[in-house]
């Protein structure tokens, strides 16, 4: 799974050295699939619920003012459940601050591939999994929140 994506990262070290890594890695990767994965959920509930201010209607149709500022509370409360559950060296301040950091980031990937499938032609980016679409339509949000956390958290990767 992703729990241990970056560490790979620099070179040299001897076991243990890797071993803390990967533990750090698994951590930090964790509060970003969190915060990104929260977020999206109560974007999606929200935004079916009570949105009705369309917020980029040629990029993506379906995406609200209602559920973007829902995403954006979810990256948060994603942010503060995954400081909670994963420690990873983060105050409160910051694991606030990151979740709202990744929300937006991970907001913004979203929209690149929609607009990227509308200037394609195309609704979804593959059919590898039924009803979702492909593989780009479910990790849209991770391709700007993981860069995201690499450079706002240096020495964690």
Not at 29 to 42: E, H, I, N, S
């Amino acid at each position: 799974m992703l729990l241990v994506a970056g560490c790979g990262r620099g070179g040299g070290g001897d076991f243990e050295d890797q071993t803390a890594r990967v533990t750090v890695d698994g951590r930090v990767t964790t509060f970003t699939l969190d915060a990104c994965g929260l977020d999206q959920q109560v974007a999606y509930l929200v935004g079916k619920a009570v949105g009705r201010h369309k917020l980029i209607p040629r990029v993506s149709p379906g995406k609200t003012w209602e559920g973007a500022a829902a995403n954006l509370a979810g990256g948060v409360a994603g942010g503060v459940a995954a400081w909670g559950l994963f420690p990873c060296g983060l105050t409160l301040p910051r694991a606030l601050l990151l979740g709202a950091v990744l929300s937006a980031a991970g907001q913004a990937g979203d929209l690149a591939e929609s607009a990227m499938k509308r200037g394609a032609g195309v609704k979804d980016s593959g059919g590898f999994i039924p009803g979702m679409g492909g593989i780009l339509d479910v990790v849209d949000s991770l391709l700007l929140a993981l860069p995201a956390m690499y450079i706002l958290t240096p020495g964690a990767w």
